[in-house]
């Protein structure tokens, strides 16, 4: 059985020498310190790993510049949000980027095609609540909505409990534009026909192309062997670049990053499809003499097509 040797990477942290390079590339903090790696090698999980040091972006430029940096010294980055997930994917042996500090503001709201795009930092409820005059409001609404942010929501693949009838983050990401590990920057959306969209690079449309491929020659694979669970969550959707036939959407890249937890790209902007506030809302309560019973009896509920 091989054995990954991480010693190179473990001899790597608290790097004096990276972080004072870091430091004079880039505008937001560098916090290589003991105490700083301490605070940031927990998350709401169990685990605990000291990460090689941690950058606070202040602007997109930034971003490049870290990823830049991280991929001249051979090191990985490891995205940051609030670090509300319970499995450990914002703790790690890398270069952690914390985008909640600076990197969470609204960019761009379209209220007419009910879109909004937006900094991968900003926390759900800031977000809705900017929305919320406008008679919108974006409908994960995970438990941890006053600290979640939207970049980690995204790379989690959150649902929320309205996810029966508003479905999962990838259902409601429309694009993402994304920094690659070459340091090139792609907006991952909707494939256009023969994938020909010259406003991305190179290797984004050989990428592009290459699942595209790969779906249409293992699609009954995908269809046989992916989950019909509405909830999915784990692993990568490949079954997103089937062809549109075989799951009554259009193909869109950006669901292939949505659940990948920051593993094939770095979110710099996502856009979001968002929903009218219900204007009535109604609570029904039901009351079951067993655990058992209440569970034989939700997928009845289900049937009634509630909210949540």
């Known amino acids: ?87 450990g994917q914002t703790v790690g042996l890398a270069l952690v980027i914390d985008v909640s500090k600076h990197l969470n503001q609204i960019v761009e709201l379209d209220t007419a095609k009910q879109t909004v795009t937006v900094e991968p930092g900003i926390v759900l409820d800031q977000l809705n609540a900017q929305l919320k005059p406008h008679g919108l409001f974006f409908p994960v609404d995970v438990s941890t909505a006053s600290q979640a942010t939207l970049g980690g929501m995204a790379g989690n693949n959150s649902c929320g409990a309205r996810s ?22 792609a ?57 549109p036939a075989l799951q009554q959407r259009e193909q869109n890249m950006a669901q292939l990053l949505v659940g990948s937890e920051g593993t094939l790209a770095f979110t710099r902007q996502l856009t979001l499809r968002l929903q009218p506030i219900p204007t009535h809302k109604v609570l029904g309560i039901c009351h079951f003499s067993s655990f058992y019973q209440a569970m034989e009896s939700t997928q009845h509920i289900v049937g009634l097509a509630p909210d949540a």
């Open 187 to 243: 907006q991952f959306g909707p494939i256009g026909p023969a994938n020909t969209d010259l406003r991305e690079p190179e290797i984004y449309r050989r990428l592009t192309q290459t699942l595209i491929e790969l779906a249409d020659r293992e699609s009954d694979e995908i269809t046989t062997r992916f989950p019909k669970v509405h909830r999915r969550v784990g692993g990568y959707n490949i079954d997103a670049m089937l062809p």
């Open 1 to 87: 059985m091989s054995h990954y040797d991480n010693s190179p990477l473990k001899a790597r942290i608290g790097d004096s020498r990276l972080a004072q390079k870091l430091s004079r590339s880039i505008k937001g903090e560098v916090l290589f310190d003991h105490f700083s790696r301490g605070r940031y090698s927990t998350d709401a999980s169990i685990y605990q790993i000291e990460p090689i040091g941690v950058v606070i972006p202040q602007a997109q430029d930034d971003l490049t510049t870290i990823i830049d940096i991280a991929s001249e010294e051979g090191i990985p980055v490891l995205p940051r949000g609030a670090g509300t997930s319970q499995s």
């Open 164 to 185: 029966i009838r508003y479905g999962l983050m990838r259902d409601n990401v429309l694009t993402i534009d994304a920094i690659l590990a070459s340091g090139e920057q």
